[in-house]
């Protein structure tokens, strides 16, 4: 078959583009975290106004947006929720090169919190997209992501030497990332969205590992729910039955603690703590009540005794989606700090 980032189609794509941008959705090769071969989607956006030569390369790893076919932004109401400074981005002249991941615009299934599928998916992409005649992808590269996507842009980065060794990362911005996950799910489970997120995590590594059967941590009419729930896309209106039956769950879906056995176990070897190369920003809301605060500043601290070095930022009143909306401070530092990474500015590790 084709060599993974593979671009196999490209097509014009105009929903929800800003009118001084041009867009593509491209379907490319990529592969699974078992090796297996696979397809993916991605939606590449470029200023219509920059001079020519090569962009700086932004690789957009979205957040949670469900675990099923269809779920994918470049199919959804608005492929650009929850971008932050997308207009300065395209300002900039820098191009937008958005993974759909495996299994949301393709055939699943989808690799969610499943660090070396997802960031297979984004490193693929940022090949896929070098190979456009239409535009020319230059080789600085710096990830952003959100959310799930926070975690995909660790990963990415974890990943990439050797992964894709000819893509050298100038940096990674992970900005409310699921890090450490099985604190993460702990407090949430038994929260309404956090069992929405347990329905997408368990059913995705059910999928992709022999060892975790859904029936060993959900049971009865829960179960039903659950995969229910895993169904539907977060961004639509039927998530509202999500939230629904969320709801009339009460209390948590699982039978036994998700961070058990080899749940817990899988989580763990997900957990993005290896020593990433790249400059590293971490940003998080302090009134995130999703990924906790005290669970984030857990994992920058034990990330810096690791000997990581990076630079964390906190914004005192922004939750988890008030964090990348259009007037959030981050929008600016953000941009200010890939600036930097593809001017070569050094980077000031701030674990001390």
């Known amino acids: 078959?084709?060599?993974?980032?593979?671009?196999?189609?490209?097509?014009?794509?105009?929903?929800?583009?800003?009118?001084?941008?041009?867009?593509?959705?491209?379907?490319?090769t990529t592969t699974r975290p078992d090796g297996s071969a696979a397809l993916a989607s991605a939606i590449v956006m470029a200023s219509r106004t920059a001079d020519g030569g090569p962009r700086p390369v932004i690789a957009w790893t979205h957040g949670t947006t469900g675990i099923s076919a269809g779920c994918a932004p470049s199919l959804l109401g608005d492929p650009f929720a929850n971008v932050p400074a997308l207009s300065k981005l395209i300002d900039k002249g820098w191009l937008y090169v958005a993974t759909d991941y495996v299994g949301q615009g393709t055939p699943g299934p989808h690799p969610y919190l499943i660090g070396e599928g997802e960031a297979r998916s984004a490193l693929d992409a940022i090949r896929a997209a070098r190979q456009m005649e239409t535009i020319q992808a230059g080789e600085d590269t710096v990830v952003w992501g959100h959310s799930q996507g926070g975690h995909a842009a660790l990963?990415?980065?974890?990943?990439?030497?050797?992964?894709?060794?000819?893509?050298?990362?100038?940096?990674?911005?992970?900005?409310a990332p699921?890090?450490?996950?099985?604190?993460?799910?702990?407090?949430?489970?038994?929260?309404?969205?956090?069992?929405?997120?347990?329905?997408?995590?368990?059913?995705?590594?059910?999928?992709?590992?022999?060892?975790?059967?859904?029936?060993?941590?959900?049971?009865?009419?829960?179960?039903?729910l659950a995969s229910d729930i895993a169904g539907r896309c977060l961004a639509e209106r039927s998530a509202l039955f999500s939230v629904?039956?969320?709801?009339?769950?009460?209390?948590?879906?699982?039978?036994?603690?998700?961070?058990?056995?080899?749940?817990?176990?899988?989580?763990?070897?997900?957990?993005?703590?290896?020593?990433?190369?790249?400059?590293?920003?971490?940003?998080?809301?302090?009134?995130?009540?999703?990924?906790?605060?005290?669970?984030?500043?857990?994992?920058?601290?034990?990330?810096?005794?690791?000997?990581?070095?990076?630079?964390?930022?906190?914004?005192?009143?922004?939750?988890?989606?008030?964090?990348?909306?259009?007037?959030?401070?981050?929008?600016?530092?953000?941009?200010?700090?890939?600036?930097?990474r593809i001017n070569r500015v050094p980077f000031t590790n701030q674990c001390l």
């Not at 974890?158 to 911005?173: H, R």
Request: net charge negative.
């Open 1 to 28: 078959g084709a060599q993974a980032g593979t671009l196999l189609r490209q097509e014009a794509f105009v929903h929800g583009v800003p009118t001084n941008a041009q867009a593509w959705r491209i379907l490319y």
């Open 155 to 175: 990963w990415s980065g974890i990943v990439a030497p050797d992964y894709a060794p000819e893509i050298k990362l100038l940096g990674i911005a992970a900005v």
């Open 178 to 224: 699921a890090s450490d996950l099985r604190p993460m799910l702990k407090s949430l489970h038994a929260k309404p969205i956090g069992r929405i997120m347990s329905s997408f995590v368990l059913h995705s590594y059910a999928a992709a590992y022999p060892d975790i059967s859904p029936d060993a941590y959900v049971s009865g009419w829960k179960s039903w």
């Open 244 to 340: 629904a039956e969320a709801l009339l769950a009460g209390g948590s879906l699982f039978t036994q603690t998700p961070t058990d056995g080899p749940f817990g176990e899988r989580l763990e070897q997900n957990t993005p703590n290896q020593l990433l190369p790249q400059p590293l920003l971490i940003a998080q809301g302090l009134a995130d009540d999703l990924v906790q605060p005290d669970i984030q500043n857990q994992f920058v601290k034990a990330r810096c005794e690791a000997g990581q070095e990076l630079e964390y930022r906190t914004y005192a009143g922004h939750d988890h989606l008030s964090i990348v909306a259009l007037d959030s401070p981050l929008s600016q530092d953000l941009v200010q700090w890939t600036n930097d």
